[in-house]
């Protein structure tokens, strides 16, 4: 496990109480509630306990490890998320109330649909697992898809605040766009609403039901140091191509991004979206990206919404699991207008 990220007051006592002893949820001389996100990703996890508006107090960082499959990742994180909150209980004198966790694809009560390439993950119980493991009552975690909790962390704290209707567009390894309606972040009938990935791009595409993501495998990171790798004969990604000065590679990567913002400007025409705000890995090029989104979208849309840089570039999801856990301690149950469940179904 990584190194601890607490904000710890100098000379604050180092041992931390008893893991059991860090997860009170009422009761005199508990002190300042505090809640707890999980970010799971393909790659790492990330988890960070913060104050119900959002300000961080402690943070922390481990690896999936996804060839040793889902179970022990979650494992993990639970023996993690109760270190890192017994930590923030001796910084703080608080308590903590809430637990929010995110992942990749529908996150269901018994099964994760659409999931992230972790052996197993499809399987996983994943608010059963949280709660039992730590302890908790089910009206005290949430669970969610990482992108639509990232919108509505950006709806509360972000660049989407007093936006409605307003759109967070993921542009990294995958490619989402989150919607928030009302005040809500929209879930779908099946949990998929906003999975633009799955967009086709003309008639021939056959898309999910050929086992494939058509604007996905065109427009997001993997897709371009996919098409980049093959056209230059040499392994490159995302991060490269922006980079690379060759007029071919600049050509693939504009292509793809007027791509992306041909059916963002859709998407906008569709929902009539007061605000979009852009998040994800392809946004360490930002200027490139949001020149091509803005125009297309003042181009093309009859009223074009701001298009801006989200607030939280590096960490959306994990804040987005944090506000799920804030939503709960605004309104319990709350956290279910963006989770695909909350605590046990």
């Not at 058509?214 to 993997?222: A, H, K, R, V, W």
Request: aromatic letters at 4%; proline letters at 6%.
């Amino acid at each position: 496990m990584t190194a601890l990220h607490r904000d710890r007051t100098p000379g604050t006592p180092d041992p931390a109480p008893a893991p059991e002893q860090a997860f009170v949820c009422s009761g005199a001389g508990a002190g300042e509630a505090f809640v707890c996100g999980i970010d799971f990703g393909g790659t790492k996890i990330a988890l960070a306990t913060a104050r119900p508006d959002g300000t961080v107090l402690a943070s922390d960082r481990l690896i999936t490890d996804a060839r040793e499959g889902a179970v022990q990742a979650v494992r993990r994180a639970v023996a993690a998320t109760r270190e890192l909150v017994a930590h923030t209980v001796a910084a703080t004198g608080g308590h903590c109330a809430a637990v929010g966790a995110v992942s990749p694809g529908i996150v269901l009560p018994d099964r994760i649909l659409l999931a992230p390439n972790v052996p197993g993950w499809q399987d996983l119980a994943l608010a059963t697992m949280l709660c039992d493991g730590l302890g908790l009552e089910p009206g005290r975690v949430a669970v969610g898809n990482d992108a639509k909790a990232a919108a509505l962390a950006e709806s509360r704290w972000g660049a989407l605040r007093g936006a409605d209707p307003a759109i967070l567009l993921t542009a990294g390894t995958g490619i989402a766009a989150a919607i928030v309606l009302g005040g809500r972040v929209l879930n779908g009938a099946h949990g998929a609403a906003g999975e633009i990935g799955y967009l086709l791009r003309g008639r021939d595409d056959t898309g999910f039901g050929a086992g494939r993501a058509p604007l996905e495998e065109y427009t997001s990171g993997i897709g371009l140091g996919t098409r980049g790798s093959e056209m230059l004969g040499r392994e490159v990604d995302a991060a490269a191509l922006f980079a690379d000065p060759d007029p071919r590679v600049r050509a693939l990567v504009d292509e793809a991004l007027d791509e992306l913002a041909v059916h963002v400007a859709n998407l906008a025409i569709a929902l009539d979206v007061e605000r979009i705000a852009v998040t994800g890995g392809l946004m360490h090029s930002a200027p490139r990206v949001l020149a091509a989104l803005c125009a297309r979208v003042r181009a093309g849309v009859p009223f074009p919404p701001v298009v801006v840089r989200a607030r939280f570039l590096q960490d959306a999801a994990l804040r987005g699991a944090l506000s799920l856990a804030a939503e709960l301690l605004r309104s319990p149950g709350a956290g279910a207008g963006v989770a695909s469940s909350a605590g046990r179904a």
